[in-house]
């Protein structure tokens, strides 16, 4: 795949989006980013965000549902390889083990050896966009719900886009530290 943005990026629409949905943003974003449609004072941020060939072979794939389904699948075995569990249009579902682990060497006066977890943002393609700490996840993680098998999550944001995953972890015993 090209492009860092999906097919439905492009469109601004969800993977849920049904064809009539799909065609009527594909009209939009083309009488947007229309030579003629556009006044000279008011140039159009979608023109600046997406190339024509952009939005046309986004429609011509999103709009074939052969194509789209082949599309998906690629998408979703895209997003595995990059240790997503989930694709949606919510937030996804990232194992901590899919994270860079750096011990921090304690201080005078720390008790502790802190972990840090750094992960390159899929979306943004930033190196460490996602950054944790064994104190952050003590601090926030919470049990996950639906679940008997003691895993625990954190909602994190990306440091240099909007992206938000939500990153699973089973807590280490403490017998297994000693």
Known sequence: ?????????????TSQTQL?????????LLLNTHPDKIQSNNTSKINKIHSLDD???????LGDEKLRKQYD?????DGKRKGIYKFGDGVDEVSLDTFETVEHTPND???LDVWHYYRKCPRCQVADGFKLDDNLLEEFAVVCENRDDGMY??????DSCSLWLKVQFFAA???EED
């Open 1 to 13: 795949m090209k492009s860092r943005r999906t097919h439905y990026e492009i469109l601004n629409v």
């Open 20 to 28: 009539s949905g799909i065609k009527q943003a594909y009209k939009e």
């Open 55 to 61: 939005i046309k072979e986004a429609y011509r794939v």
């Open 73 to 77: 699948t690629e998408l979703l075995e």
């Open 109 to 111: 006066g720390d008790e």
């Open 153 to 158: 999550q954190v909602l994190i944001q990306c």
């Open 173 to 175: 015993d403490e017998e």
